[in-house]
T-cell receptor, first 116, second 116 residues
Framework: DAGVIQSPRHEVTEMGQEVTLRCKPISGHDYLFWYRQTMMRGLELLIYFNNNVPIDDSGMPEDRFSAKMPNASFSTLKIQPSEPRDSAVYFC??????????????FGPGTRLTVL | AQTVTQSQPEMSVQEAETVTLSCTYDTSESDYYLFWYKQPPSRQMILVIRQEAYKQQNATENRFSVNFQKAAKSFSLKISDSQLGDAAMYFCAYRSALGGSEKLVFGKGMKLTVNP
């Protein structure tokens, strides 16, 4: 399996621009997670989906952030408009539910976002 | 809310030696999962080892083992025969086993340096 795929790996944009991060989970996994990692706050869960439905978006910082999962193999995280404080590494992770799998989350390589 | 604490921000070990990374957590739940993830300079989050709280036996994966003390809410990671490739950030994480709660709560991480 190719693992979780994220694109782009690096993104540099200017304040006010729209940014879209993309994720392809591991085939067959029914959970998908978006995390943000910063030096100050560490790893934070932003939102997660189960079977393409958002379950918990309490970690989404504000209305500028939105996430979608139109199908089982694709998700996006959009920031509009972007601000310098959004600069971080954004990780996507996926997992397979069920006790036998212990629901371990497998992470993608991350997208390093820099907002100037 | 659950919290995970990694009190040592940095540690170093000599190649081939053994090192123990500490982690404590706070929860009122009786059933949960604990994880150690490794993040090398490539940024990829890699699962090192996992432990199910209902299992008394400590998990082991090759050179990696844990000391799970449920009553003390302690979950330390022991790395035996340390190798240069073990140098990375290590994150301890907690996940409830309750249905409908898939959120991973991470500690702040600990930077491990392996000296040749």
């Amino acid at each position: 399996d190719a693992g979780v795929i994220q694109s782009p790996r690096h993104e540099v944009t200017e304040m006010g621009q729209e940014v879209t991060l993309r994720c392809k989970p591991i085939s067959g996994h029914d959970y998908l997670f978006w995390y943000r990692q910063t030096m100050m706050r560490g790893l934070e869960l932003l939102i997660y989906f189960n079977n393409n439905v958002p379950i918990d978006d309490s970690g989404m910082p504000e209305d500028r952030f939105s996430a979608k999962m139109p199908n089982a193999s694709f998700s996006t995280l959009k920031i509009q408009p972007s601000e310098p404080r959004d600069s971080a590494v954004y990780f996507c992770a996926s997992s397979l539910s069920g006790r036998l799998h212990t629901d371990t989350q497998y992470f993608g390589p991350g997208t390093r976002l820099t907002v100037l | 809310a659950q919290t995970v604490t990694q009190s040592q921000p940095e540690m170093s070990v000599q190649e081939a030696e053994t090192v123990t990374l500490s982690c404590t957590y706070d929860t009122s739940e009786s059933d949960y999962y604990l994880f150690w993830y490794k993040q090398p300079p490539s940024r990829q989050m890699i699962l090192v080892i996992r432990q199910e709280a209902y299992k008394q036996q400590n998990a082991t994966e090759n050179r990696f083992s844990v000391n799970f003390q449920k009553a003390a809410k302690s979950f330390s990671l022991k790395i035996s025969d340390s190798q240069l490739g073990d140098a990375a950030m290590y994150f301890c994480a907690y996940r409830s086993a309750l249905g409908g709660s898939e959120k991973l709560v991470f500690g702040k991480g600990m930077k491990l340096t392996v000296n040749p």
